[in-house]
Nanobody, 118 residues
Framework: QVQLLESGGGLVQPGGSLRLSCEASGVIVRMRAMGWYRRAPGQQIELVATITNTGATNYAASVQGRFTISRDIGKKTIYLQMNNLSPGDTATYYC????????????WGQGLQVTVSS
């Protein structure tokens, strides 16, 4: 069983920065990608950024140029550096891990609250 431990959320003023971390533990058979998703109040969950097992990254248009996803393979950890935050980034952020066949699976973290407010 894979578990995802998230950290780094909180309250920040507009224009500020936060760094989220997500450490995976357990037996990962074949990871395809890890990433961050978010759900704002009253909204559907949306992709923020992903990074594949080859290091390829993908970003939502709304965060492109402000957010950077990175990873530390040895620590089985991904990071999300969020800069120039705005109130529109307020949401619960979830870490996600996708596993490829022969044991396809998807895992989610508990979620981190990020609030951008003055």
């Amino acid at each position: 069983q894979v578990q995802l431990l998230e950290s780094g959320g909180g309250l920040v003023q507009p224009g500020g920065s936060l760094r989220l971390s997500c450490e995976a533990s357990g037996v990962i058979v074949r990871m395809r990608a890890m990433g961050w998703y978010r759900r704002a109040p009253g909204q559907q969950i949306e992709l923020v950024a992903t990074i594949t097992n080859t290091g390829a990254t993908n970003y939502a248009a709304s965060v492109q140029g402000r957010f950077t996803i990175s990873r530390d393979i040895g620590k089985k950890t991904i990071y999300l550096q969020m800069n120039n935050l705005s109130p529109g980034d307020t949401a619960t952020y979830y870490c996600n891990l996708e596993q490829s066949p022969p044991v396809p699976a998807e895992y989610w973290g508990q979620g981190l609250q990020v609030t951008v407010s003055s």
